[in-house]
Structure formats: structure tokens, C-alpha cells
């Protein structure tokens, strides 16, 4: 059940940043993240009180905010890049350092031991991620290549604190620190913004646009935040973190761009990878519960 729910929050988020990349190329992109998590706010608030939650305490509520601080900074770096850079070369390094990073923690601090067979898998997907997103780069971009891919590093980051901080998430607290990591990420936005000088209005058709990716974005959140809780970190992470498939899935059926020979290449890994993950969750190692004091 792990295994599904992580590929199913891989699909809103594939879908909530095939659906950003477009606005944040039409729109300020900060502005984009902002009104973006306004809309995840409202969303996860209203489901909170659906949701059981019969202990709410202040460790659960901080893990919240902490993921919430990632999620402010990836996606403000995530849209900044892919407004000004290429997708092709912005997501794919935000992708492979939230990968990378939250597997590291999870085997050397929460002392996770996948099992070999999911080893392979996991050794499979960076460059599956990689292949999948990756296109021909125009020697005239300079500048604007190396602006995209530094914007994509600091976004990386930002979303390996999100998935390691959600990880450590008492079940027991229900959605409510999920809330707490939506208001963190609005007010870790906002300075980011008048730092830079961003504009932060958005009227019309575009304000509905973007809260509704914000609203996708954390019904993805919601959906991983339970991966983890079912499966090992290292696992849930990765098969969360090939959501690039989706975007070039989408840009061949909606946009009917064409596929070259590298992402046919990436997509068959990145099948293989899920596969192998799910053989491998089949007959799971014993967890590590991420939330042993």
C-alpha cells in the first residue's frame, strides 16, 4: 500500500509542475508559489478536521513547519528556475538532490535497511530521472543555464527537507502538521519575495490557476506524508521523486511534443525502477519506525 501511495502522490506532483512550469512562464514566480500555498493551505485545513487526530503535539507541529520552511524554498527556486531556464535541466537536479539526500538520512541516521532488490531500484531511478528529463541544451542559453541550474541545486535541497522532515511526522497528529507546513511555507515565501522584489499580486484567472496547483501540490503531500508512514523513507522518497515522468508524459499527449531517444530510454528505467521497488516491497524488510523515541 506504501508503494501505491507514493506513486500516486508522483502523479500530482508530476501534474501539479507540469501545470507551474506553464503559469510560472505567464506570472511573477514567486508570486505563483505563494498564491500556490495559499490555496494548499486552504485545501489541507479544511481536511484536517476530517481526519482523526488524537494526539496533536508540538513535535508533530514542528516537524510540520520545519517541512514547511523546504517546501517554501524548493518551490520558490523550482518556479524562479523554470521561468527563466530550462525544465529540461531545472528539475531534474531539484529531483535527483531530493532523492539523494533524503535515502542518505534514512539508511545513516534512521538506521533503514532496504533490502537488495530495492537497493537496485533505487540505484536506477537518479539516472532514469535524469534521462527522462534531459534535452538538448542551446549553446546561446549560457547565462541563463547556469542561473536555471543553481536555482534548481537550492530547490533540491528545499524538497529533500520537506520529504525528511514529513518522514518524522507522528501519525497520530492526523493532517494538522501538515497545516502548520503549509503556513511555514507562505511565511518562508514571503521574505524570499521582497528580498528579491517580487511582485506578489496576481489577479483573475491566473490567482484560480495557481491556488489550484497549490491544492494539488498538497494533496500530493498528503499522499506521500501516508507513503511513509507504510514504507521505509528511502523508498517512498525515490518512487515520490519520479514524478518527472509524468511532465514529459504529458508534454507528448497534451503539448504532442516529440520523445527522443534518451527519455524512451529514461522512461524504460524509471518502469524498471518502480517495478523493482514494488517486487522488492513485496516482502519488506522490517521498518525502523521513524518516530521511536
Aim: with cysteine.
Amino acid at each position: 500500500m506504501g508503494e501505491t501511495l507514493a506513486l500516486a502522490s508522483a502523479v500530482f506532483f508530476g501534474a501539479t509542475h507540469f501545470l507551474s512550469a506553464l503559469l510560472a512562464r505567464r506570472v511573477d514566480s514567486t508570486a505563483l508559489a505563494l498564491h500556490a500555498q495559499l490555496g494548499g493551505t486552504a485545501l489541507v485545513l479544511a481536511a484536517a478536521f476530517l481526519v482523526p487526530a488524537s494526539s496533536v503535539g508540538a513535535a508533530a507541529l514542528g516537524w510540520g513547519a520545519l517541512s514547511g520552511i523546504g517546501t517554501g524554498v524548493g518551490v520558490t527556486f523550482l518556479y524562479r528556475g523554470v521561468s527563466t531556464g530550462r525544465l529540461s535541466i531545472v528539475v531534474p537536479l531539484s529531483d535527483v538532490g531530493a532523492v539523494v539526500l533524503p535515502v542518505l538520512v534514512g539508511v545513516v541516521l534512521l538506521g533503514e535497511r532496504p533490502s537488495p532488490t530495492a537497493w537496485l531500484g533505487i540505484a536506477i531511478a537518479p539516472p532514469a530521472l535524469w534521462l527522462v528529463t534531459r534535452a538538448r541544451r542551446d549553446r546561446t542559453e549560457g547565462g541563463r543555464t547556469a542561473t536555471g541550474s543553481a536555482n534548481g541545486l537550492i530547490a533540491g535541497a528545499g524538497f529533500a527537507l520537506q520529504f525528511i522532515a514529513l518522514a518524522r511526522v507522528d501519525p497520530a497528529a492526523g493532517l494538522w502538521p501538515l497545516v502548520a507546513s503549509r503556513l511555514a511555507a507562505v511565511l518562508t515565501i514571503v521574505p524570499l519575495a521582497v528580498t528579491a522584489g517580487a511582485g506578489l499580486r496576481m489577479g483573475g484567472r491566473f490567482l484560480l490557476a495557481a491556488a489550484g496547483t497549490g491544492a494539488l501540490g498538497t494533496l500530493a503531500i498528503v499522499l506521500y506524508t501516508f507513503a511513509t508512514q507504510q514504507q521505509l523513507l528511502a523508498i517512498a522518497v525515490v518512487l515520490t521523486a519520479l514524478y518527472p515522468v509524468i511532465p514529459v508524459v504529458l508534454g507528448l499527449t497534451v503539448l504532442r511534443e516529440r520523445v527522443t531517444a534518451s527519455q524512451a530510454t529514461g522512461l524504460g528505467l524509471a518502469a524498471a525502477a518502480v517495478a523493482t521497488i514494488a517486487l522488492a516491497g513485496a516482502c519488506p524488510p522490517t521498518l525502523v519506525s521513524a518516530h521511536a523515541s
